[in-house]
Every structure is written in C-alpha cells, then in structure tokens.
C-alpha cells in the first residue's frame, strides 16, 4: 500500500475501488453490513470516503469479494462502468474448406472470411456440412475452429481426413480399431480398421476448440 499517500486520497481511491466492486457483484452497503456484521454507518463512510479501514477489515473487505487487499487500497486504471462488456479483439479467419457433419465430405477451398475473436486458439477454420453433430450444437452451416494436433484424446470433437475426405466426429481409439462417432443417433459411427488407418488413408487433422453459428 502507498504508505506515503496523502490521507484524503489514499481514502478517496479506496472508497472508488470499493464501490466499484460493490457495483460489480450487485452489493449495496446495507449488503456488506449484513454480510461481514459491520456497523451500516461505518461501512458508508468507508464508501463514501470518509474514512479508511484498518488493515484486518480491508482484508475481510478482500476476502469476500474474493480479491487481493490491493485491488482495494491501490490506485486502479480506467476501468469500464459494471454494465458494460469490453468487445473482444477482432480479426478474419480465413474458411479453409468444409467438413462433413454426415459423411465423409471432400475438404473444399472457399473463398470466405468470418470475424471472430482473434484469442480463439485456432490454426484454420472449417465450415460443417450436414446435422450428425447437432446434439453437440454444431449445426450446418456453423464455422467450427480447428486447432491442428496430430492426436486428441477419447471424446473429444475432431476432425478427421479418411481417403481424401473430410469429417467432423468424436474421436475414439481401440486396440483394434477407431470409431467415429455422430452426436445424431440418425447417423451410424464411422468405423476404421487396419489398413484403413494407414497413414495414407487416415489422418486426424485437428482438435475442434470453439464454433460458431448465424443467427437466422
């Protein structure tokens, strides 16, 4: 804490740190009263920069918001008002080509972008075709984010190249096998056996790590 803070302003930001963080988790002074059985008019005079906590209450202040003391007691940047959401950085993703939520469907090159955030941990992007993954909410016509890894583990959403053809399924692993699996009890699983796995017919291309659908 800035020891050597003038008095009045060392309460002033943390009367404007403290409401801040009232105004975030929905709490009012007769709230943090109740709640930490502190007197209602000293818990105001903290809020309204009146006076400073001793260092044990600035603690308990901490603890039940789930903060450290300085997110309290030290002066913040510029912060956004409580009911504001800042936009996620944006960027174009590129649609690589299109992958089968059904049969296996020949990856084609599209000449198309999507905004997206641009934190997704993503390489390319594919755009699903067909209804075998809808109980897992990708839909046709979603974008569905791929991050490529040679490997995924049982379960997870992958897409996967078998021949020169291209799917979207869980992926699971056997001794003898790998079956690939439709979230639509319409559509049987996709099973691959022995010389089916070779290297030239079987590959698993990447891990789907996020999708996106159209508001229609």
């Known amino acids: 804490m800035a020891g050597n803070m003038d008095a009045e302003r060392q309460r002033q930001i943390f009367a404007q740190n403290l409401k801040y963080y009232m105004g975030y988790y929905g709490k009012t002074t007769a709230d943090l009263a109740t ?3 502190f007197p209602f008019s000293t818990v105001s005079d903290w809020v309204h920069g009146k006076k400073y906590p001793r260092m044990d209450k600035v603690q308990a202040l901490a603890d039940y918001f789930g903060l ?3 997110h309290l007691t030290e002066e913040a940047p510029a912060r956004l ?4 959401i800042p936009v996620p950085q944006m960027r174009e993703w590129k649609v690589l080509g299109a ?3 059904g049969k296996p469907l020949h990856r084609e090159m599209l000449n198309e972008t999507v905004t997206a955030p641009a934190d997704i941990k993503a390489d390319v ?3 699903c075709v067909g209804d075998s993954m809808i109980n897992a909410r990708i839909f046709d016509g979603d974008d569905v ?3 490529l890894q040679p490997e995924v583990e049982p379960g997870q959403i992958a897409v996967v190249r078998v021949g020169e053809e291209y799917t979207l399924k869980r992926f699971y692993s056997f001794e003898d096998c790998v079956e690939l699996r439709s979230e639509n009890p319409t559509h049987k699983p996709i099973i691959l056996r022995g010389a ?3 290297k030239d017919n079987f590959e698993v291309v990447g891990l789907a790590v996020a999708f ?3 508001v229609i």
């Open 81 to 84: 008002p409580p009911n504001l």
């Open 196 to 198: 089916e796995l070779g």
């Open 68 to 70: 450290m003391k300085s």
């Open 35 to 37: 709640d930490l059985a």
């Open 212 to 214: 996106m659908s159209a």
């Open 125 to 127: 992007v594919f755009r």
């Open 99 to 101: 992958t089968a939520c």
């Open 145 to 147: 984010f791929v991050r």
